[in-house]
């Protein structure tokens, strides 16, 4: 497998500020590691990237000075989308060709964008969605830009935000160009907690009937969250980590006792506590006999450093399995996985499927996947509990 070691890492920001200024804004790390890393980072800026004012919130603005789509007056310029497409696959180019790599990987980390609306003749299709960008529709957002000039370069791309990225059109130009992608939104404190836990509760016969999630962050994701419409993204995502868990137990949710889970997202922005976000959960479940049962969770943990592991776990992972191959017993001809890497979905609130399939969110299920693709790889079968060799006579 890929080294961490020798990733070179690059990437676009709105804003301008030099990597040792952003680490202190964003007040994360220990001021003493911030000392000692200050040097490594001053004098890398980002590549000027895509910004869309409609897709993220308001108060993002204030950061937006490092923009590729400006006029000649310097004013954001929503109208050039497909010349955005083309400087994306630019800067890839560039990239690869600098430092003379093997392979690019694009992974998205940037603010939570609002959901597109899915329109037919719009971004349905490829061919409608490459139509669509050329004619600066506005329902292209930013990240969908990301991934089309990534697809169209050949190179894999992961959604690490919550909003619906790929729509059917960017699916469809993925397969088309045997491009992977990987999705959604990073899955790293409250929501992994909630799909280990509630699996647990539903496998026990413990039937839960309410989940209450809240969450308050002081960090720039917590700002941008404050805004309406990009929260509803983020909470469609944390909400759906359930819906396949409920599927499974048809003794416990079915047409008599209910098929849901009255489920609560909250999310607040409080300044002062920066990057420490603060989690708290109650689970109400019913028991035999009319007996409830009451599980409440607190939580505080450092989102940015929670995610940073992901991230490069992600990369690793997404450059390992664009290099397998497999052939049928009765071909001669190797192929690459399916497009969506469904594989990545341990470490992905809002796993991509491929179309027509279930969504899996159990975190045990994602992980026994991969799991059991190593063993088989090297030639070790998979796991299996049924062992037979102790509990047959």
């Known amino acids: 497998m890929l080294n961490p070691n020798d990733l070179i890492v690059d990437g ?42 409609d897709f993220i919130a308001l108060n993002q603005k204030e950061r937006a000075n490092n923009v590729v789509n400006v006029d000649s007056a310097k004013e954001v310029d929503t109208n050039r989308k497909w010349q955005d497409v083309e400087t994306i696959r630019s800067d890839i180019q560039n990239f ?21 609306d899915i329109i037919d003749g719009v971004n349905d299709t490829s061919e409608n969605l490459l139509k669509s960008i050329q004619e600066n529709h506005p329902e292209v957002s930013p990240s969908t830009v990301f991934a089309v000039a990534s697809i169209l370069e050949g190179v894999p791309y992961i959604n690490g935000s919550p909003q619906n990225t790929f729509v059917p059109g960017v699916i469809e130009l993925a397969e088309k160009n045997q491009t992977f992608i990987g999705g959604d939104d990073f899955k790293s404190g409250q929501t992994k907690i909630k799909s280990v836990l509630a699996q647990f509760l539903v496998d026990a016969g413990i039937r839960p009937i309410s989940i209450a999630s809240y969450n308050h962050l002081g960090n720039n994701d917590g700002y941008n969250l404050s805004s309406p419409k990009q929260f509803k993204s983020k909470e469609i995502s944390k909400r759906g980590v359930v819906d396949d868990i409920i599927e499974s137990n048809q003794i416990l949710y079915n047409e008599e ?4 889970i009255d489920h609560c997202i909250v999310i607040k922005y409080l ?9 708290m959960d109650e689970y109400y479940s019913e028991l035999m006999l009319g007996g409830h049962n009451k599980i409440s969770i607190h939580n505080v943990c450092e989102d940015s450093l929670l995610a940073t592991p992901l991230i490069i776990d992600l990369v690793v992972m997404t450059e390992f399995l664009s290099r397998v191959s497999y052939k049928k017993d009765n071909s001669n ?18 796993p991509l499927t491929k179309p027509g399939y279930k969504v899996i969110n159990g975190l045990n299920k994602q992980r026994l996947a991969i ?13 299996n509990e049924l062992r037979f060799e102790e509990r047959l006579v």
């Open 12 to 53: 676009w920001d709105i804003s301008n500020l030099e990597l040792d200024a952003a680490m202190k804004r964003a007040q994360v790390l220990d001021v003493d590691l911030q000392k000692q890393l200050a040097p490594f980072l001053k004098g890398i800026k980002p590549k000027p990237s895509v910004y869309y004012p």
């Open 96 to 116: 690869k060709k600098q430092h003379n790599l093997e392979q690019v990987i694009v992974l998205w980390t940037a603010n939570t964008e609002r959901y597109s």
């Open 257 to 260: 006792l209910g098929k849901k």
């Open 271 to 279: 300044q002062a506590v920066k990057d420490s976000k603060v989690a």
């Open 333 to 350: 001809e190797y192929h690459n996985f399916y497009s969506v890497l469904t594989l990545l979905s341990y470490w992905l609130k809002a």
């Open 371 to 383: 799991e059991n693709l190593l063993r088989l790889l090297v030639g070790l079968p998979i796991n």
